[in-house]
């Protein structure tokens, strides 16, 4: 499979809204798993977008720049490693190894190379600002997002362009020669989902909250496993007797995710209670509260704080 000129364009132009979106629209389209989805549907298989996007999404899910200013850009990481999945015949887990982490990882220094061409728009709107320039202001503004867009734009139209004949090549010697070195790829982009939620889940107040964690465990485990045991009864009665054609779906993920979702809930309304209690009894409550804190806390033999902090 060729891509078209209309996919090529479309990708590109969607890699250049994803910046966009993410520094000045903020619509939580800039996101891993929407651009899976997005760019399978452009490339006409949104399950295999789906599938790469969401395993990107877990794969940084944990690295956040927290103060910091670029990060890797996984978006277009999930552009490119879908359209070459599916426009190549490479598996999904081997994309994500061969060309969703790497691109990602390499735009980062796109990301940079925009900072410092967006400097001169800024330049050029302080300038404006000191001679009440006000259409002057706008226009630069405008102008500014241009860098950003181009940083992404023009890596991947170039990749998607000329890239497709190395990729195919790749597949061919992933699928002979280097059958191992396939093998290798797909296992670590089938295990990068879980290393970037495990970084997440050290970032999380996880002492704190640690029965939730064991009861969201257990309780997606017992299900799964439950409603896989059900469709397998299920397959096999429908081989026995034709007559038998009941459907059992399974589980889906979104019912979890409520069962999660009612779990924050009620946190989240325990501790709002627990705040209006402390504002309503004044200052000696919040002190105590403030005790309650630094008892989680474990100092070393200096008496520095060396543990979390709750947030």
Not at 189 to 218: E, M, R, S
Not at 230 to 245: C, D, E, P, S
Not at 255 to 276: D, P
Request: glycine content about 10%; aromatic content about 8%.
């Amino acid at each position: 499979m060729s891509f078209t000129i209309v996919q090529i364009l479309l990708l590109t132009a969607y890699s250049m809204y994803n910046i966009y979106d993410e520094l000045q629209m903020n619509s939580s389209l800039s996101q891993p798993v929407w651009a899976g989805m997005i760019s399978g549907l452009i490339m006409g298989d949104m399950k295999t977008g789906l599938i790469i996007g969401a395993a990107l999404q877990l794969t940084v899910l944990g690295v956040g720049t927290f103060g910091g200013a670029s990060k890797i850009d996984a978006n277009s990481g999930t552009v490119l490693a879908t359209a070459f999945s599916i426009g190549t015949g490479m598996k999904a887990a081997t994309a994500i190894a061969a060309i969703g982490v790497p691109v990602a990882a390499l735009l980062t220094s796109f990301d940079i190379l925009a900072r410092f061409t967006n400097t001169y728009f800024q330049h050029q709107v302080d300038k404006d600002i000191e001679n009440f320039n006000y259409k002057g202001i706008e226009r630069h503004t405008i102008l500014g997002a241009l860098p950003w867009c181009l940083s992404r734009g023009i890596p991947v139209f170039l990749a998607l362009a000329l890239g497709q004949g190395v990729v195919k090549t790749m597949v061919t010697y992933l699928n002979g020669d280097l059958q191992w070195l396939n093998t290798g790829l797909q296992t670590a982009g089938a295990t990068l989902p879980a290393v970037g939620f495990a970084i997440l889940l050290h970032y999380l107040p996880v002492k704190k909250h640690i029965a939730y964690l064991i009861l969201g465990f257990t309780i997606t485990a017992l299900l799964s496993t439950v409603f896989t045991s059900i469709q397998t009864v299920a397959t096999g009665l429908t081989a026995a007797n034709k007559a038998f054609t009941t459907t059992f779906n399974s589980l889906p993920m979104l019912a979890i995710a409520l069962i999660g979702g009612a779990f924050a809930i009620l946190e989240y309304k325990k501790s709002m209670a627990k705040l209006n209690t402390a504002t309503t009894a004044g200052p000696k409550a919040t002190s105590g509260d403030e005790d309650e804190d630094e008892d989680d806390e474990i100092e070393d033999a200096n008496g520095e704080v060396d543990g979390d902090e709750e947030e």
